[in-house]
């Protein structure tokens, strides 16, 4: 009897042995398993829907119109600079020496932001007034506002009073130009930094049209 006890006893630890390694075995599995679907897995999966938004709001951030805009203010900018560029050595009136000191002040900067955008956007940036579809100086240009060859041709050969009331007349029609694109970017835009800019284009240059138009003797 006490060798068959011993016999049983044996057999039954053997067997409560393996019972608990098979356990601890299907425990780490499972442990195992719901750490990496639970964590790991998760993890992955919020990246990935990370990625996923942060690629959608860059593609969102601009339009079609934001293009346009930049594409078609650059050159815009680029000719009223070169307008108030004359008016230091031409101008007669100190008002009209100091509006283009102004106007350059503000469209430069303005021109060098939205050259960026296009950049950071993979578009074209316009090198001249000639360099965009739709867009021909010699003939007159599809922007409002714009000048052709022969009225800035006629503006660089005039000097005194005569250079004042043709600068002031001329860069009135460019800015009312300049104004209607920009109003077209606040209604259609979409990249939020290109319709604030619109914005001050329209505030700053319907005052400058006033002043102009003051100049004249027109109000």
Known sequence: ????????????????????????ACGGDDSDSGSGSGHGGGH????????SASSGDTAAAHNAQD????QGMIP????ALEMAQLAADRASSAEVKDLAARIEKAQDPEIETMSGWLKSWGEEVPEDMGSMPGMD???GSAMPGMMD?????KLGKASGKDFDTQFLTLMVEHHEGAV????TEQSKGRYAAATAMAGDIVTAQTAEIE????LLGKS
């Open 67 to 70: 293009v346009s805009f930049a």
């Open 44 to 51: 992955s999966s919020a990246a990935s829907s990370s990625s």
């Open 180 to 183: 209607d694109m920009a109003k």
């Open 76 to 79: 815009h900018h680029r000719q």
């Open 211 to 214: 002043e102009m138009n003051k």
């Open 149 to 153: 060859d022969a009225e800035m041709e």
């Open 137 to 139: 100086h010699g003939s």
């Open 1 to 24: 009897m006490s060798t068959t006890t011993r016999t049983r006893r044996a057999a039954l630890v053997a067997v409560t042995v393996t019972a608990a390694l098979v356990l601890a």
